[in-house]
Nanobody, 122 residues
Framework: QVQLVESGGGLVQAGGSLRLSCAAS????????MGWFRQAPGKEREFVAA????????LYTDAVKGRFTISRDNAKNTVYLQMNSLKPEDTAVYYC???????????????WGQGTQVTVSS
C-alpha cells in the first residue's frame, strides 16, 4: 500500500509558473516510477510526465515538452512537476500516480493521489 499526497495547486496567470509536489508514504520500496496525469472538465484523463526512481528516466507528453519538468527527491520520497509558461489549456485537476514497474504514458498505474486543481487565467 502506497499513499500519495499532492500539494502546490492553485490559480496562476497565463505565462506564469507553478510547482506541484507529491509525497509518497507506506510501501515506497515497491515504487519503480512516478507519473503525473491531468483531467480537464469534459475531457479524458491524459498523461503528462513520468520518472523512474533509480535511473531518472523521464517521459513527457508533447503538449508540455519544453515547459514542464518532472524531478524527484528519493530521500524525501517526493516527486515534483515544475510548470512554466502556463497556458489556459493547462487548466485541469492534476493527479500523482505510482507504479511498481515502468508504465510510461499508460494509465495502469497502481496508486493515485487525490488530485490538485490547477487553474490558469488568461
Amino acid at each position: 500500500q502506497v499513499q500519495l499526497v499532492e500539494s502546490g495547486g492553485g490559480l496562476v496567470q497565463a505565462g506564469g509558473s507553478l510547482r506541484l509536489s507529491c509525497a509518497a508514504s507506506g510501501r515506497t520500496f515497491s515504487v519503480y516510477a512516478m507519473g503525473w496525469f491531468r483531467q480537464a472538465p469534459g475531457k479524458e484523463r491524459e498523461f503528462v510526465a513520468a520518472i523512474s526512481w533509480r535511473g531518472a528516466r523521464t517521459l513527457y507528453t508533447d503538449a508540455v515538452k519544453g515547459r514542464f519538468t518532472i524531478s524527484r527527491d528519493n530521500a524525501k520520497n517526493t516527486v515534483y512537476l515544475q510548470m512554466n509558461s502556463l497556458k489556459p489549456e493547462d487548466t485541469a485537476v492534476y493527479y500523482c500516480a505510482a507504479a511498481s514497474g515502468w508504465r510510461g504514458s499508460g494509465s495502469s498505474y497502481d496508486y493515485w493521489g487525490q488530485g490538485t486543481q490547477v487553474t490558469v487565467s488568461s
